[in-house]
């Protein structure tokens, strides 16, 4: 019988669903956050009520049996409570040293303690919501239980990574926060198999997600909220501080493909140096550049490290990367230089959002062992919902006056006119991007030659930060003409160094140090956004256009129409555009 594998990513933060067919095809993978427009979607399962029975109908073959595959473990639990004893036990040591958890150690403390109960309690809510769902259906068989496989987390990292990738054969590592017993994973990866690598530790004491954390904590920021990226933006304006660099390296080692934190009687006292130099409120986020400068240049340190450890392996000259770390951006575009590899892979969501289809690819494989052996291919990003075609329908008859429906090339011809006079233009076509990067279908664009732009989509628009930088969506072709060593970078995984004879044609999109996170664009990948690229490239001579999502600062990326009208109306935004409908205000 043929089966549906239906992936659940049930992390406390990040959850996300997936549907794989019986051809082994990703078929719609989306993290809950956008359906509830809830940032990150905290202690909400990816069974979401209301949803998921709906989507699997939608997306997976009917009749077909299905398969339930989730991103931890039965043993997760287990190892989670011996975790939150292990915590307890900390807490314990500090009172009776202190009289009370000092200021200095309550967020490690009470970090990991949430983690930990969270996670539990994540784990514990997966998978009912759908069952009831399902048996609901009319004139469908009652399901008494779902066949349900649960995976090792750094597995399904594994998984996405791999299965997603261009690579016939290569090695992966895997590096987050928290996973089961350990923050790190090596494997092999060989036609569509993966296997771990039996000499690296199961268990560690450190953990570069969490050092990261850290980092993301003392600079004044909320790591649970998801802003680890205003550290890598605001490092780029720190000035080299010897004393934060030797502080935080003390904090962090590697020993092989080991990472480990320094000893606990080491550890409380340096936490109280970390917590005494932190931001404090009220302070600009530019008082903590120097704190973000050197967490920056030790988490490379370490990633580098780890990876050149893995490579003396001799595995493979191919590199897949998966965890929350490999969110890092700015010390991706570094892998090939600093290391050995010859060839990275980075999959359009190697956080926990992406397990969901880690978990549903290993589930496949299980059952078509040898599936892999067929010519790999780069997996497309755009895995998620669509405009509701009713709903757009709607807004033609009973919305703005300013509003035309054109062919497609009338308008990208009009679009790309109105970027070139400096127009603030929300782009949205076909189906979401799977990851938290807008890819050309969900994304806010300008043109990056006027140099007070980013400054103007910051205040306008995002109302955000004015140190967070903007990437660059340039057509395949001309990267190496932009970018020095380039790179494609189609998810825009990867930060590379502007060549300094361009930074004065597109200024808004070279950050402080240079540097540009770039999405390369393909016909193949995105035949409609490369379209219009190559429409503006043809008026301003310029291949790139801005982008970032389709958002406002503190929310998801827009999941709907009515999601989109909102930001359009509530924003310094010029013109909406929504598949071949063009509304200006």
């Known amino acids: 019988m043929t089966k549906n594998y239906i992936g659940l990513s049930n992390t406390l933060h990040d959850s996300a669903l997936a549907i794989v067919g ?59 409570e011996r975790m ?57 068989p009652y399901l008494r239980d779902l066949a349900t496989r649960r995976y090792d987390h750094h597995l399904t990292h594994a998984a996405a990574a791999c299965h997603t990738s261009p690579f016939r054969e290569g090695v992966c590592a895997v590096l987050d926060a928290l996973g089961e017993g350990t923050s790190s994973g090596c494997f092999t990866y060989r036609d569509g198999e993966l296997r771990r690598i039996e000499d690296v530790p199961t268990t560690s004491t450190g953990s570069l997600g969490f050092f990261y954390t850290l980092v993301c904590v003392i600079c004044g920021f909320g790591h649970l909220t998801g802003e680890e990226w205003k550290v890598m933006g605001l490092a780029a304006y720190g000035k080299p501080r010897k004393d934060f660099y030797d502080l935080f390296r003390s904090l962090i080692e590697v020993d092989g493909l080991t990472i480990r934190f320094a000893p606990d009687a080491e550890l409380f006292p340096l936490f109280k140096k970390v917590h005494d130099i932190r931001r404090r409120h009220g302070e600009s986020p530019f008082a903590a550049a120097d704190l973000a400068r050197a967490g920056q240049q030790v988490f490379t340190e370490v990633y580098f490290e780890f990876l050149n450890n893995l490579g003396k392996l001799g595995i493979s000259d191919n590199l897949a990367l998966g965890g929350g770390c490999v969110l890092n951006s ?87 006119a109105s970027l070139a006079d400096g127009k603030l233009v929300g782009w949205v076509q076909g189906r979401a991007e799977f990851g938290p990067r807008a890819l050309g279908n969900r994304s806010i664009l300008a043109d990056a030659r006027y140099p007070d732009m980013k400054d103007k989509i910051n205040a306008r628009v995002k109302f955000r930060e004015a140190f967070r930088p903007f990437a660059p969506s340039i057509l395949d072709g001309y990267g190496p003409e932009y970018f020095v060593d380039y790179q494609d970078s189609p998810y825009m995984e990867r930060t590379l160094r502007f060549r300094d004879e361009v ?31 190559e429409e503006f490239h043809r008026i301003t001579g310029v291949p790139l256009v801005l982008n970032t999502s389709f958002n406002v600062m503190g929310k998801p990326i827009i999941q709907t129409v009515e999601d989109a009208l909102s930001v359009f109306y509530t924003s310094g935004l010029d013109l909406l555009v929504i598949g071949d409908t063009v509304i200006e205000k």
């Open 503 to 533: 930074k004065s044609t597109v200024p808004a999109v070279v950050h402080e140090d240079g540097t540009g996170r770039l999405q390369t664009v393909t016909a193949e990948l995105n035949p409609r956004y490369h379209r219009l690229i």
């Open 330 to 416: 700015s010390a991706n575009g570094q892998v090939l230089e600093q290391t050995g590899f010859r060839r990275l892979h980075v999959f359009s969501a190697p956080g926990d959002d992406g397990n969901a289809v880690g978990a549903a690819l290993l589930a496949y494989h299980e059952d078509h062992p040898g599936a892999g052996v067929a010519e790999p291919a780069l997996q497309s990003p755009y895995l998620g919902s669509e405009m509701s075609a009713d709903t757009l329908e709607k807004v033609r008859q009973f919305g703005p006056v300013k509003q035309q429906r054109l062919d497609f090339d009338e308008v990208c011809r009009r679009t790309a």
């Open 84 to 140: 939150l004893t292990g915590i307890r036990q900390e807490e314990r040591k500090l009172v009776e040293v202190f009289g009370e958890i000092p200021d200095f150690m309550r967020t490690h403390i009470s970090s990991r303690e949430y983690l930990c109960t969270a996670q539990i309690n994540a784990i514990s809510q997966t998978g009912g919501t759908l069952r009831y769902e399902l048996n609901q259906r009319p004139d469908a």
């Open 22 to 80: 019986p051809d082994g095809r990703v078929r719609f993978a989306e993290a809950t956050e956008r359906y509830l427009q809830n940032k990150r979607s905290i202690n909400c399962a990816p069974d979401f009520f209301g949803r998921a029975a709906a989507l699997v109908e939608k997306y997976g073959d009917p009749g077909a049996e299905l398969v339930v595959a989730e991103s931890w473990s039965d043993r997760a639990p287990g190892l989670l």
